[in-house]
């Protein structure tokens, strides 16, 4: 009689799109028929980064103390620091990969060792998208020994919604403000679109940092929308339904994501997206929505103007959709990812 699969996953704080996936992940993963430990780390206590970023290192170390010999190791946060502790342990051991922009800034005063390095020391790489595959055969990993598996959403939770949380029509944008969401363009596209729809608003849901806020709000003074734009910052996840259905449209035209969750969230309660010619974004969409260049609002303005303007148009998007979230779910995922990392037991 064998014994059971251990299974420790190392996760960590956070508050953005990841944390609710790897809560998702970890949720179907403890429904498998194996015995799953979840290592929890807050590296986040303080507003200090100095602080933070020792209580880092103290993690790291912390979890090579927490993992015995025989248990498989999988690790959520490919950016995180406490990613270097797989360095140390010499169990079979997994990571979940976003998207790469640069290596962590902590690599360039650690002699000998390159972001790279770390990811070839695992037995296998797990990538939330195609893309993000591509990203690490550029980067010169073995991509053999990685697999793209695909997040995915509660459908329970994320299902259309006939209830009205806003009074006025509007158009959606979902996510952080850093650069590569692209909030300047996605304003710009807005400023256009308000000349022929005066009373429509943006509806921008997430948090962001002070200095990326900053950079929003002057672009906002500067195009002028101050009346139109409308931010609610965090918004709970029970929630995020009935704004999505309420929506005339969601605007995402990313420059770059690993997987881009709120497309799918969309999707699935019948809400038109409209994304980035870009992968992942085109990747996920399939041929079921319209993708835009992200560098150029008129473009984008004017497929908004046509969901906008065509209710036929707009209800095959909303069917095309809903047929297309279908493929996105968690337990879908958890099974590939436990297959995957127990295939050679």
């Known amino acids: 009689m064998t014994n059971k699969i251990t299974l420790k996953v190392i996760t960590e704080k956070r508050s953005d799109a990841i944390y609710i996936c790897n809560k998702s992940l970890i949720q179907n993963l403890q429904k498998k028929d194996a015995d799953i430990k979840v290592i929890f780390l807050n590296n986040r206590l303080l507003q200090s980064s100095l602080f933070n970023f020792i209580l880092g290192v103290v993690n790291t170390i912390r979890i090579i103390s927490m993992i015995n010999r025989n248990d498989i190791v999988l690790f959520t946060d490919p950016l995180s620091f406490n990613l270097l502790a797989s360095i140390l342990i010499p169990n079979k051991k997994y990571v979940i990969f976003y998207h790469y922009e640069k290596d962590p800034f902590y690599y360039k005063y650690l002699p000998f060792i390159s972001y790279k390095k770390v990811l070839d020391k695992f037995n296998g ?13 550029s980067l010169g990993v073995n991509i053999k020994k990685c697999r793209a598996i695909y997040y995915g ?20 944008s979902v996510g952080s403000e850093e650069p590569r969401k692209n909030m300047e363009n996605v304003l710009k596209t807005f400023q256009i679109l308000i000349k022929d729809y005066p009373n429509l608003k943006l509806l921008k849901v997430g948090e962001a940092n002070g200095h ?71 990747e996920l969409v399939g041929t079921e929505q319209y993708t835009v260049n992200p560098l150029d609002p008129n473009d984008i303005a004017a497929e908004c103007k046509k969901i906008l303007l065509d209710d036929v148009y707009r209800q095959t998007l909303i069917d095309n959709g809903l047929l297309r979230a279908k493929g996105f779910n968690w337990e879908k995922t958890a099974n590939e990812v436990y297959e995957y990392m127990t295939k050679q037991m």
């Open 125 to 137: 790489i797990i990538c939330i998208s195609n893309f993000a595959l591509s990203q690490l055969d």
């Open 153 to 172: 959403i509660d459908h329970s939770l994320f299902k259309p919604s006939t209830s009205k949380t806003y009074p006025y029509d509007y158009i959606l």
């Open 212 to 282: 990326n806020r900053k950079k929003t709000m002057h672009y906002i003074e500067e195009l002028q929308l101050t009346k139109s734009v409308i931010f609610t910052d965090y918004v709970k996840e029970e929630e995020l339904p009935q704004i999505y259905s309420g929506a005339k449209l969601l605007l995402f035209p990313s420059l770059l994501e690993g997987f881009g969750l709120p497309i799918v969230e969309a999707m699935a309660c019948g809400c038109p997206v409209i994304t980035s010619d870009r992968n992942p974004m085109k």
